[in-house]
């Protein structure tokens, strides 16, 4: 029997049309509560937005030799993500696709199965109604989606069991007040970190997350590799490349430490020889460096961590999830695509592209905190002070974070230097 209210009203994201029970705002912003069954967040649009992006991707290269790709979306709820997969990845990518659909919600999943009905590939799919921590490991996945309401920590051990040789992890985490800091007991005990509540506080949120996950993958002999890694609003999401390996995973503590805010010189020495600052830095007082696991800094004093200090994404993924892409998976067969649904794709993926080129640099720079820091001058534009750095051979990008902000392997001096001829 067709659920209550079946066939709903129609709800438009990315290439696609979603039934859904109730009318949803598309414009909203901001967690989305529990719907009761039929749930779906707008807010969450853009982060499936880049999941197809990823997919299409990863299919090709990391994933590119797998005939059929298992993926479990494992808190599906009324199953639009799957979809998007199926409907908006190119046939090269969407005809190997082999999704389990899980949630324990029955009547989101009812909707799920009707709006599945007429899509072409649906028969690469199987809708599971149960736990997903029973369904996680009912078999290898080489994708696993999680996307829960708070945090993802139940999931994380059971995920990382469960991986292939080479698998990709999406982890979706919404308990943003305790990994930005604001709610520091959950923080300690979810993922035993604290966070200094400074305007980076969001870039060490995300490292908490993806430390947590790398401590998991260990536990398991597993490695990881951040492939992206997004905090949208009300939302954090990281993806992450796991593989077999106990010497990596021995190694797990290489690419853990500490993050810590105005250092003194000692702090930044050590820094520069764990590697974690250029040498040139020598001499030099950032606003933020990263320490090794095994520094021990004092945690009374601007202190974040443990956290990943490595690249926090993937060059060549990140490369991919251009603008143009992104507008690509909103066309519908001969349809360009709804031109309001191509603007917030592409708001999506912006600057991500273009972050690719400086993701593997020590700073991030925030650039309402340089004039406070440096004790004179206005706000600088981070794009001029992207470009002044360009200029000086150096790597350097406008960032896509919560504030503006660039992020550059310039080290500190000439950051200062561009900052002072700018101003
Ligand atoms: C944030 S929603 C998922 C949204 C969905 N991924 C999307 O893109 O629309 C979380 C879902 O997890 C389901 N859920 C929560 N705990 C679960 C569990 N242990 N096993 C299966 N489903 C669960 C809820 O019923 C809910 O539908």
């Given at each position: ?44 649009a853009g982060?499936?937005t ?182 949208d ?90 603008e143009?892409?992104a ?13 309001g649904e191509i603007k917030r794709a592409r708001q999506a993926v912006r600057r ?48 896509r ?23």
């Open positions: 029997m067709d659920p209550e209210g079946w066939p709903g009203v129609v709800y438009h994201e990315g290439g696609i049309g979603h039934r859904l029970p109730t009318e949803v705002d598309r414009g909203r912003k901001g967690p989305a509560g529990k719907y009761g069954p039929g749930f779906l967040n707008p807010a969450m982060n499936r880049r999941s197809v992006l990823m997919l299409e991707h990863l299919g090709k290269t990391v994933l590119g030799d797998v005939k059929k790709i298992q993926i479990l979306d494992a808190l599906c709820a009324t199953g639009i993500r799957t979809r998007r997969w199926l409907r908006e990845a190119s046939d090269s990518v969407s005809n190997r696709l082999s999704v389990k659909m899980c949630d324990m919600d029955e009547e989101a999943l009812e909707w799920a199965r009707l709006n599945l009905e007429n899509d072409k590939l649906s028969e690469n799919v199987e809708i599971i109604q149960g736990d997903a921590r029973k369904e996680i490991l009912r078999q290898g996945w080489h994708w696993i989606d999680l996307d829960p309401y708070g945090s993802p920590v139940p999931f994380l051990d059971l995920a990382m069991q469960a991986t292939a040789r080479k698998s990709v992890i999406s982890i979706s985490a919404t308990d943003t007040a305790a990994l930005s800091g604001s709610s520091p007991g959950p923080l300690r005990r979810r993922y035993g970190a604290r966070v200094h509540m400074d305007r980076l506080k969001h870039d060490s949120g995300l490292r908490v997350l993806l430390a947590s996950a790398a401590k998991a993958a260990a536990r398991h002999d597993r490695v990881i590799r951040p492939l992206l890694s997004v905090w609003s009300h939302h954090l999401r990281i993806t992450i490349l796991v593989e077999r390996s106990k010497m990596g995973a021995n190694a797990v503590e290489e690419n853990l430490g500490w993050r810590v805010a105005s250092p003194d010189d000692s702090v930044v020495e050590s820094a520069i020889q764990a590697g974690l600052l250029p040498e040139h830095d020598s001499g030099s007082r950032p606003m933020h460096v990263m320490l090794p696991m095994n520094a021990y800094p004092d945690l009374n004093a601007g202190v974040s961590g443990p956290l990943w200090t490595g690249p926090i994404g993937d060059s060549g993924l990140m490369a991919s999830m251009s143009a892409a507008e690509e998976i909103c066309k519908d067969g001969d349809s360009d695509g709804d031109p991500i592209c273009d972050e690719s080129k400086a993701i593997h640099g020590s700073h991030l720079v925030v650039t309402d905190a340089l004039p406070s820091f440096v004790g004179e001058g206005d706000p600088p534009s981070p794009s001029k002070m992207a470009e002044a750095l360009r200029e000086e051979g150096f790597c350097a990008e406008v960032s974070y919560a504030e503006p902000s660039f992020r550059t392997d310039a080290p500190w001096s000439f950051v200062l230097q561009a900052f002072r001829r700018l101003h």
